[in-house]
Structures are given as structure tokens and as C-alpha cells.
Antibody, heavy 118, light 107 residues
Framework: QVQVVQSGAEVKKPGASVKVSCKAS????????ITWVRQAPGQGLEWMGW????????NDAQHLQGRVTLTIDPSTRTVYMELRSLRSDDAAVYYC???????????WGQGTLVTVSS | EIVLTQSPGTLSLSPGERATLSCRAS???????LAWYQQKPGQAPRLLIY???SRATGIADRFRGSGSGTDFTLTISRLEPEDFAVYYC????????FGQGTKVEIK
């Protein structure tokens, strides 16, 4: 069965970077992009970007101002999201999901809580 | 960037009633790339509808999506207790956005 499993919670200081992993299993890894979405406490869903596992093509949200990098390790079927120059308003639950581009998000990870605090 | 506006913000209904949720786009969206998700507290979102009207695997037929252009609708024909949640529309493609959500609460 399809599974998407994310790394554990992180606590970071303002200005630092965080790297969250997303390991996929149970399907042909190269057949679907992976998308990242975040949700601040009590707020809605915010699209961050997606990466094509097949071609390494990426597209990320303009409002992140180039602070996010999406990478893939095909050998471990893992996708990584790194967010730099963290601010207090980056505190959120970060989700990865299978899909992106022309595919809706059909399988989601459990979410990773990122806390930003001095 | 395409902005999606959902209405109403909150819908107060009783089990068994019909729910109609609206999603309006700031510019035309391909009907192939409009989805709806359900989210319950403390859980990840769940895909309900993709391509405007196709139900995802395992989704009950009381959930129906419709619309075109800039106006899309999610209808829940008869609310079950487990349907009280927050619902988000999403336009996808190379760039994606979510609506701000509609909360369906028990009246």
C-alpha cells in the first residue's frame, strides 16, 4: 500500500534552516511528483512547491522568495524540503503529499511540526 | 497567481442535511485541475474530488463536485456525523493554490 512518512518534529531558532524528509513507498516512485504544503496554527493550507521525481523539475511558491529547496534521493525514495532563514511566521505543520503538477494530492504524510523560537 | 475564494466561511447544518460549498477563482481554472480536500482536527488533509468531479478512491457517492471556469461547487447530499470538518478547494498544475477553507459544523 502507498505510504508517505515524514521525519519528526523540529525546533529551530530564527535565521536557521530546517530540512524535512518525506519517504515514499508502495508505488513506482518515479511516476508521481511530490508536493509540499504547510499549515500555520489555526490557519489554512499553503502550497509551497513540488518536485518531479522523474525529471528533477521543481516549482516553488513565489511568496517563499527562494528560501525553499526541494531535492530527491532516488536510492532511498526520499524527498527533502529545506527552508532557510527561518522566521517566526514559518512555524507550522509541514506536509508532503504524492502528486503535484497535473496530479491532485492523493496520499499525504503525517505532517512535521516545525517550531521557530529563540 | 490564481486566488481561490471559498464561501461561506462556516456552514452550520444538522446531520442528514445537504451542504453546498462554493469555490470561486480569480481567473479561469481548467476543470481538469480543480480538487477538494477534507481535513479533520489533528489530521492530514484527505483528497475527496479531483478533476472537478471525479471522486477519489474510497470516497462515498454523497460527495459530488461540479463547476467550470471560475465557479466550482462541492455538494454533500446528506451529511453524516463524520463529514463535519474543514473543506479546501485547490487548483493544481504547474503552480497551485488553495482556498481558505469552509468549516462545516454541527448546528
Amino acid at each position: 500500500q502507498v505510504q508517505v512518512v515524514q521525519s519528526g518534529a523540529e525546533v529551530k531558532k530564527p535565521g536557521a534552516s530546517v530540512k524535512v524528509s518525506c519517504k515514499a513507498s508502495g508505488y513506482s516512485f518515479g511516476s508521481y511528483p511530490i508536493t509540499w504544503v504547510r499549515q500555520a496554527p489555526g490557519q489554512g493550507l499553503e502550497w509551497m512547491g513540488w518536485i518531479s521525481v522523474h525529471s528533477d523539475d521543481t516549482n516553488d511558491a513565489q511568496h517563499l522568495q527562494g528560501r525553499v529547496t526541494l531535492t530527491i534521493d532516488p536510492s532511498t525514495r526520499t524527498v527533502y524540503m529545506e527552508l532557510r532563514s527561518l522566521r517566526s511566521d514559518d512555524a507550522a505543520v509541514y506536509y508532503c503529499a504524492r502528486g503535484g503538477g497535473i496530479s491532485a494530492l492523493d496520499y499525504w504524510g503525517q505532517g512535521t511540526l516545525v517550531t521557530v523560537s529563540s | 497567481e490564481i486566488v481561490l475564494t471559498q464561501s461561506p466561511g462556516t456552514l452550520s447544518l444538522s446531520p442528514g442535511e445537504r451542504a453546498t460549498l462554493s469555490c470561486r477563482a480569480s481567473q479561469s481554472v481548467s476543470s481538469s485541475f480543480l480538487a477538494w480536500y477534507q481535513q479533520k482536527p489533528g489530521q492530514a488533509p484527505r483528497l475527496l474530488i479531483y478533476g472537478t468531479s471525479s471522486r477519489a478512491t474510497g470516497i462515498a457517492d454523497r460527495f459530488r463536485g461540479s463547476g467550470s471556469g471560475t465557479d466550482f461547487t462541492l455538494t454533500i447530499s446528506r451529511l453524516e456525523p463524520e463529514d463535519f470538518a474543514v473543506y479546501y478547494c485547490q487548483q493544481y498544475g504547474r503552480s497551485q493554490t488553495f482556498g481558505q477553507g469552509t468549516k462545516v459544523e454541527i448546528k
